[in-house]
């Protein structure tokens, strides 16, 4: 029964996922252009949903090697649909967040796991000399401003990074553990670094910034 439960979930995502391609406009435009921009072995890749697509990587940590490959929106199956024109560029170092989105679609902290693993082993397989680094998920904050379809799920937040740890060391990817950084005394997302109680200010970016800078040099 739960192998049933679970692939009813991954097929629920990829529709999802699919979906969100097709009618999301600026979605198809940035999935379209990253499947034509080249990505080089020297290239130092940042995977993910808006956190990542809203920041200028490359200039914050004046790399010229860097390439965003966020997309507003995303979820973690978005991720695994979008891989291949990363694995062929068999980039030098790939850094993933995401899952807060499928948080919001009422995905569960173990699925969310098991759909990042399962990206996780594509690049392994694909691009083996590839230096995975696997983010936590970031606090939200619905007391900034309520996101209906976060409401009262600040736990599977928590829930998912633990699982998440356990899939890092599971594929022996290196886990940075961002949570701590952005969370306040009562497990939100600090206010002085959002607007909208979900994405980053400059500020965030440059604590974010700092916090993997070690990885990426």
Not at 7 to 16: D, I, Q, R, S
Not at 135 to 140: D, E, I, K, T, Y
């Amino acid at each position: 029964m739960k192998k049933i439960a679970l692939m009813a979930v991954v097929a629920l995502m990829c529709l999802t996922a699919a979906a969100q391609a097709n009618q999301d406009p600026y979605y198809a435009r940035r999935a379209t252009l990253f499947d034509e921009l080249p990505i080089g072995k020297k290239d130092i890749v940042m995977l993910g949903n808006s956190l990542t697509d809203g920041c200028e990587f490359n200039e914050l940590l004046n790399n010229r090697h860097i390439k965003n490959r966020g997309i507003v929106g995303d979820i973690v199956q978005g991720l695994i649909d979008r891989i291949d024109p990363i694995i062929k560029g068999q980039p030098k170092k790939l850094f993933i967040m995401s899952g807060v989105n499928d948080i919001s679609h009422d995905v569960s902290a173990d699925s969310i796991a098991r759909v990042t693993e399962r990206l996780i082993v594509m690049v392994k397989q694909g691009s083996p000399r590839t230096k995975i680094y696997l983010q936590s998920l970031l606090p939200f904050n619905n007391d900034v401003r309520e996101w209906k379809l976060l409401k009262g799920r600040d736990h599977v937040v928590v829930e998912a990074n633990i699982l998440l740890e356990q899939v890092a060391r599971r594929q022996g990817v290196t886990w940075i553990n961002l949570y701590p950084l952005f969370v306040d005394d009562q497990g939100r997302l600090r206010a002085d670094l959002t607007n909208d109680g979900l994405h980053l200010m400059g500020k965030g970016y440059l604590i974010w910034r700092d916090a993997i800078k070690p990885y990426v040099k």
